[in-house]
């Protein structure tokens, strides 16, 4: 059974926003902390966001003051807004969900379920 589905990607320009979803069962959306990493060509995959389950939110500094991620339980949802976008944010974005204390790290590792993954294209 599929249990992350994203959804929002595209190609947008510099400067415009994109909006990410990204559904989940019921029983993985009730784990500790939900999260966003992307993956651009020829490089690892890299933290973009998490959320946990009291709303607490943390951001890479590569996005910080332009993401904001945000949840809605009732529809076993999380979102990533995406503002300013620029060419660099270019890459494959992934939601993950983990019952790990150590979320807020931002490590993969401590993620456990994975979704297909949305491609975001920003032109310059």
């Known amino acids: 059974q599929v249990q992350l589905v994203e959804s929002g990607g595209g190609v947008v320009q510099a400067g415009g926003s994109l909006r990410l979803s990204c559904a989940a069962t019921e029983r993985t959306f009730t784990k500790n902390a939900m999260g966003w990493f992307r993956q651009a060509p020829d490089k690892e995959r890299e933290f973009v966001s998490t959320?946990?389950?009291?709303?607490?939110?943390y951001y890479a500094n590569s996005v910080k003051g332009r993401a904001t991620i945000s949840r809605d339980n009732a529809k076993n949802t999380v979102f990533l807004q995406m503002n300013s976008l620029k060419p660099e944010d270019t890459a494959v974005y992934y939601c993950?969900?983990?019952?790990?204390?150590?979320?807020?790290?931002?490590?993969?590792?401590?993620?456990?379920?994975w979704g297909q993954g949305t491609q975001v294209t920003v032109s310059s």
């Open positions: 993950a969900a983990t019952d790990s204390a150590f979320y807020w790290t931002g490590r993969s590792h401590f993620y456990n379920d």
């Open positions: 959320i946990d389950r009291s709303g607490s939110a």
